[in-house]
């Protein structure tokens, strides 16, 4: 695994409170499920980041190998690794996902 | 499990979830599925996990079967 790649991973996981990593980008979702999890971050109105891990595949599998993860999209708040698609939906639906996004905010 | 085109989506109640996090969870069923996702022949797998006692509490409130 190149280091490289696996340290600006990090970077970008720690580089805003709220961070996705997608297929295609916030405005241009390539992938439904990608689109789900904008959506519901973009609802709950608060900043987040996306990464796009389509123009470079060896992203997303240095992605998958650190977070033991094997699909996209992943989320992370606070540098700490949420879940997927279904997860996020799934915490979204249960009331779970806005107190900790609120969370993320407070200084 | 249901699915067309290599895009499924499961449902799992298991005992084995006891104590276990969603994401623990969610692993442990795409690692029953890591050969056919790396080829492909799974494309997409959404998944909605949960205990029993979870089940039985929620799916008396939301579903009839």
Redesign the interface.
């Known amino acids: 695994m190149p280091d490289a790649l696996l340290d600006q991973i990090k970077k970008d996981i720690d580089s805003s409170p709220i961070v996705l990593f997608t297929k295609g980008t916030a405005d241009m979702p390539m992938c439904g499920?990608s689109a789900r999890a904008i959506a519901i971050f973009k609802g709950l109105g608060r900043p987040f980041k996306t990464v796009d891990i389509l123009p470079d595949p060896r992203v997303r599998q240095t992605l998958s190998a650190y977070t033991?993860?094997?699909?996209i999209p992943q989320i992370f708040i606070k540098g700490k690794?949420?879940?997927?698609?279904?997860?996020v939906t799934?915490?979204y639906q249960k009331g779970e996902l806005q107190p900790l996004v609120e969370a993320a905010f407070q200084k | 499990m249901e699915g067309e085109e290599a895009h499924f989506s499961a449902v799992v109640v298991s005992g084995a979830f006891e104590g276990k996090t969603?994401?623990e969870q969610?692993?442990m069923i795409?690692a029953l599925f890591?050969q056919e996702?790396?080829d492909q022949a799974i494309h997409?797998?959404?998944?909605?996990t949960a205990t029993p006692a979870e089940w039985e509490r929620e799916s008396g409130s939301q579903e009839t079967r």
Do not use: K, S, V
């Open positions: 499920f033991n993860w094997p699909t690794f949420i879940g997927g698609c279904d997860i799934e915490m | 969603r994401i969610h692993r795409y890591q996702m790396a997409a797998l959404a998944l909605r």
